[in-house]
C-alpha cells in the first residue's frame, strides 16, 4: 500500500547520522525507547529495506548500555521497563539470541509487582538521583502501570506472562478501556494490551465496542495516534465494520505529503510520586508530543501494515 510504503521512507529518513531514531523532548530528547519503537514498526511493515534497517538498529540496542539489563528513555536515564520491552519485541522479531537478551529478561521480572502488573521503574534511589526532586519519593513511577504492563505482556517468552495477562484483564475499565498513566489517550494502552491479549475473545470485544464509539463519535479534531490505536483494536477483534472503514479512509487522507501524520502522540509526564494521574487534582508535569512525528508515524504505519496483513485495506 502507497501510504504504507510512504510511511515508512519518512521513517527512514528520519533516522539520525549514527543511526538512532529520537523523538519526543524531556531533558534530552529519547533515543533508546524510540529507536526500538520505530525499527519495531519498520519490521512489522514487512519491506526489504525496512527488515534490514530494523536489524542495523538492534546491532546498536545491543551495544547500548551492554553491561545493564535494559535500556530507557534515552541513555542517559536509568532503564524502565517499557524501553526493555520493545527493544526485545524487536529482538524477538528478528530471532536474536545471546546474554544480552537473557540479562534483559532478568530485569524486566524485576519490574513485576505483587498483583502481576509491570512498573515502569524499579531502582527509586537512581530515580531519585536522575530526578532530583527533592521531598518526592518516585512511588508513582515505581508502581504497577497498565500501559507498560501491556507491552511486556506482548513478550511471548516472558516466564511472568501469565500474571501479568491476568493484571491487564482486572484492569479493564467497565467501558471496555485500558488506563494508561504515561498517555493522555487511553486508546495507546488499550490497542497495545489487545495486541498482548489477542486470543482473549471477550477482553477484546469489549475493548472494540469502546473503540467503535470512540472513533464514531464526532472529534473536533481527531488524533491521528488516537485513531490508529483505535484501528489497531478493531484488527484485534471483529465487526464494527463501518468504524474501521471510516479510521483508514480518515488516516490515509491525513497523510502528509513527506509521508508522516501530524504529531499527536501526548506523552504525559507525571510528577513522580503521582500514582494515579487520573486523580482529581493529580500533579502533572506537562504533555509533550513527538515533534519530529517519528511516534506518530510509526504507529500509523505499524496498524495500516496490520491491516493489510488483516486483508482490510
Not at 262 to 280: G, I
Request: some cysteine; proline content about 4%.
Amino acid at each position: 500500500m502507497d501510504a504504507i510504503r510512504s510511511a515508512c521512507r519518512f521513517l527512514l529518513a528520519r533516522r539520525d547520522r549514527d543511526g538512532w531514531w529520537r523523538d519526543f523532548d524531556f531533558q534530552g530528547r529519547s533515543d533508546e525507547w524510540v529507536t526500538a519503537y520505530a525499527a519495531l514498526a519498520l519490521f512489522d511493515s514487512g519491506l526489504p529495506q525496512c527488515r534490514e534497517t530494523a536489524a542495523s538498529a538492534w546491532a546498536l540496542l545491543h551495544r547500548s548500555r551492554w553491561w545493564r539489563g535494559g535500556w530507557g528513555f534515552s541513555r542517559n536515564v536509568p532503564c524502565d521497563a517499557d524501553s526493555t520491552a520493545y527493544a526485545l519485541l524487536l529482538a524477538a522479531r528478528l530471532s536474536a539470541r545471546g546474554v544480552r537478551i537473557r540479562r534483559a529478561y532478568r530485569q524486566l521480572a524485576r519490574h513485576v509487582g505483587a498483583n502481576g502488573g509491570v512498573a515502569t521503574y524499579k531502582d527509586e534511589g537512581a530515580l531519585l538521583i536522575y530526578t532530583r526532586t527533592v521531598g518526592r519519593k518516585p512511588t508513582g513511577w515505581c508502581s504497577p502501570h497498565p500501559c507498560v504492563s501491556a507491552a511486556v505482556a506482548c513478550l511471548r517468552r516472558f516466564a511472568d506472562r501469565p500474571r501479568v495477562v491476568k493484571f491487564l484483564r482486572d484492569v479493564q475499565r467497565d467501558d471496555g478501556g485500558v488506563p494508561a498513566y504515561w498517555w493522555c489517550d487511553r486508546e495507546y494502552a488499550t490497542a497495545v494490551a489487545c495486541d498482548a491479549l489477542s486470543d482473549e475473545r471477550v477482553f477484546l470485544r469489549r475493548a472494540a465496542d469502546w473503540a467503535a464509539a470512540r472513533l464514531m463519535a464526532p472529534a473536533a479534531k481527531p488524533s491521528p495516534f488516537a485513531v490508529a490505536c483505535a484501528l489497531r483494536i478493531l484488527l484485534r477483534a471483529s465487526g464494527h465494520h463501518a468504524a474501521l472503514s471510516r479510521s483508514i479512509e480518515w488516516l490515509c487522507a491525513e497523510q502528509l505529503t513527506d509521508g508522516s501524520w501530524t504529531s499527536s502522540a501526548h506523552l504525559r509526564l507525571v510528577m513522580p510520586d503521582v500514582v494515579d494521574p487520573d486523580a482529581p487534582g493529580a500533579d502533572i508535569a506537562r504533555v509533550v508530543v513527538d515533534p519530529q512525528r517519528i511516534f506518530t508515524t510509526a504507529t500509523v504505519a505499524a496498524t495500516l501494515a496490520l491491516a493489510q496483513q488483516s486483508d482490510r485495506l
